[in-house]
Each structure stands twice: as structure tokens, then as C-alpha cells.
């Protein structure tokens, strides 16, 4: 009885060897003749013309701003008192920074729109406002 059971465990365990083995010579086939991109070839390939004018002017639009702000940075720094350092900040934050806000009725319009509260937030604001801490 135990050889017969033997055997057949032996045969199981041999038919699944020849399986795994059947499994693992398997040649994965990849079908990469449908790629077309394979072998690309860039000397046909160009940008358009709109495309890189875009791209240099973003380009140069960031280095002027770089170099608009070390300019701003300077100029505020040889301010003779803090005092004119903060008035010259201020003065160019909203002439100059903010072009679309030049005169009064447009800050005011922009502060109006732009800074909403909901009715609980102006509740707690007026609130806090209010108290008298000391």
C-alpha cells in the first residue's frame, strides 16, 4: 500500500515539475513592430514657430522679473531710513506690482470682491474687534 501511495506522489510531483518547467521555457512574444516610435527620428521633428516665440518670451519674461525684483531689493535697501524703505515698498506694491490697480476706485473695487467673509466670519471679526483686551 505505502509504495503504491509512493508512487503516485512521485508521478503528481513529477507532472508538476514538467508543467513549471513547460511554464518557465515559454518565450514571452512582444510585438513591438507596431511601435512605430521605436526608432524615432528627431531630424524631422521641429517645433512650430508660434511654439518657440511662446517659450523665449516666457523665458525672458522671467528674467526680467528677476532682474525687476534684485532692482527693487537694491533701491529698497539704500534707502536712507527704514522709514523711506517702507514707503518705496509700498509705493511699488501697488503701482507697480499690481498694474491692473492704479487709482482708488479700483483697489477699493478689488478689496470689495476680492475679500469676502461670510456672515459667521463678520460676526467673529466685529466680535474680536470689540473686546477690550487690556
Not at 514571452?28 to 508660434?50: I, Q
Not at 527704514?82 to 473695487?109: G, Q
Request: aromatic share 12%; with cysteine; hydrophobic share 30%.
Amino acid at each position: 500500500m505505502e509504495s503504491a501511495i509512493d508512487t503516485l506522489n512521485h508521478q503528481e510531483s513529477d507532472d508538476n515539475i514538467n508543467i513549471i518547467t513547460k511554464i518557465l521555457q515559454r518565450k514571452k512574444v512582444y510585438n513591438d513592430d507596431a511601435d512605430l516610435s521605436a526608432h524615432p527620428s528627431y531630424s524631422e521633428f521641429k517645433d512650430s514657430y508660434k511654439k518657440r516665440c511662446a517659450l523665449r518670451y516666457r523665458d525672458n519674461c522671467i528674467k526680467y522679473e528677476k532682474q525687476f525684483q534684485r532692482e527693487l531689493t537694491q533701491m529698497s535697501n539704500h534707502q536712507p531710513t527704514a522709514y523711506e524703505a517702507a514707503r518705496f515698498t509700498r509705493h511699488f506694491c501697488k503701482t507697480t506690482l499690481w498694474p491692473r490697480l492704479h487709482n482708488h476706485e479700483e483697489i477699493d473695487y478689488f478689496q470689495r470682491q476680492f475679500f469676502k467673509m461670510t456672515s459667521r466670519q463678520k460676526k467673529r471679526l466685529n466680535f474680536l474687534m470689540n473686546t477690550k483686551l487690556i
